[in-house]
């Protein structure tokens, strides 16, 4: 298992957290951007982020909570992100904006929150890289894992094998060193506060690791 922190709640500068995440054994940076719209807050302007990013060395792992997905790819493609993940449910481009991510060489995701049923992603699976099960609301940091993530994890992990497919499965929210005892079936998790909100993140992510060989 692969593990992508989120720098979004952590008691120093975004510049500092991401220099401790950088010096981690961290596999990925994962970027969540807020528009003020789909989640309510905001927290980046595309310079501001580009000035952030500019010297980061971990492959990205973006995570857009925005409205309109489509006409930031192309400034974010600036960033040569890994992945580039976006709601179902905001846009009603949904191929479009996979094809334009896909145009930059950019591996394509697609979330949904906890209430959107499971199935509304099944159309897409076969063109995607990636499936980010969100397993708080989306919009904050240090949120209390929800239960129901567990069973929407293993029905995706079962279609995925069932129908031959290979994208990967990610989870966002909440996870710390109990609560990934219970998504041992994913292939990245995502992390924040359980890492960012400590003195020491190799050991906070050794402990994750160390939970799930895979
Ligand atoms: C929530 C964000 C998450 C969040 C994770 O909307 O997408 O990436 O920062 O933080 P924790 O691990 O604290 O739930
Ligand atoms: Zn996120």
Redesign the pocket.
């Known amino acids: 298992m692969k593990i992508s922190v989120?720098?979004?709640?952590s008691d120093y500068s975004p510049e500092k957290t991401i220099y401790l995440i950088e010096q981690s054994n961290a596999d990925y940076l994962?970027v969540?951007l807020?528009d003020g719209g789909f989640?309510p807050r905001k927290n980046f302007t595309i310079q501001s982020l580009t000035n952030l990013l500019k010297n980061h060395e971990l492959p990205l792992d973006i995570?857009l909570?925005v409205f309109d997905p489509l006409i930031y790819i192309k400034d974010l493609s600036r960033l040569q992100p890994e992945y580039i993940t976006f709601h179902l449910e905001s846009t009603k481009d949904i191929v479009k904006t996979i094809s334009e991510i896909k145009k930059y060489q950019i591996k394509a995701g697609l979330t949904l929150r906890p209430d959107t049923p499971l199935e509304e992603i099944y159309p897409y699976l076969s063109f995607i890289d990636l499936v980010l099960i969100?397993?708080?609301?989306?919009?904050?940091?240090?949120?209390k894992?929800l239960e129901e993530s567990v069973n929407r994890l293993e029905k995706l992990y079962e279609y995925r094998q069932a129908n031959n497919l290979n994208f990967q499965i990610s989870i966002?929210?909440?996870?710390?060193n109990e609560t990934i005892k219970k998504v041992s079936l994913v292939d990245i998790a995502?992390?924040?506060?359980?890492?960012?909100?400590s003195k020491d993140y190799t050991k906070q992510i050794t402990s994750l690791k160390e939970t799930n060989q895979k």
Do not use: A
């Open positions: 989120s720098y979004l709640s994962h969540d807020m989640v995570h909570m969100m397993s708080v609301n989306p919009g904050l940091g240090g949120q894992f966002d929210g909440g996870i710390n995502v992390s924040g506060s359980y890492i960012c909100k």
